[in-house]
């Protein structure tokens, strides 16, 4: 049975840094393709993150100011996030699939139950 466990989140303002972690169970992260995911209310859900063997991928807007990576002994998969900006504000998901990059959630078939990141003004 394969688990994700996402924790991290919380209240930050502007500025601040926050780091989330997933714990996965079940699927080694060395050997899937994970991404991290975030939906604000009312927005569907948007990639915000990934990570494969070799390569890691992030949407525009975050891109220099979030950093995806990974502890294979840990089985874990992080996203470092800093110089946050309220409009960072929303539930934050891990997912993990089979397969290579993809920004479309459909094609992840794991995902945690998403951590909220807030980020006030």
């Known amino acids: 049975q394969v688990q994700l466990v996402e924790s991290g989140g919380g209240l930050v303002q502007a500025g601040g840094s926050l780091r989330l972690s997933c714990a996965v169970s079940?699927?080694?992260?060395?050997?899937?393709?994970m991404g991290w995911f975030r939906q604000a209310p009312g927005n569907k859900r948007e990639f915000v993150a990934g990570q494969s063997s070799i390569s890691t991928y992030y949407r525009v807007s975050v891109k220099g100011r979030f950093t995806i990576s990974r502890d294979n002994a840990k089985n874990t998969v992080y996203l470092q996030m800093n110089n946050l900006k309220p409009e960072d504000t929303a539930v934050y998901y891990c997912?993990?699939?089979?397969?290579?990059?993809?920004?479309?959630?459909?094609?992840?078939?794991?995902w945690g139950q998403g951590t909220q990141v807030t980020v006030s003004s």
């Open positions: 079940g699927r080694t992260v060395s050997s899937t393709f």
């Open positions: 997912a993990s699939r089979v397969g290579p990059y993809s920004d479309y959630e459909g094609w992840y078939d794991y």
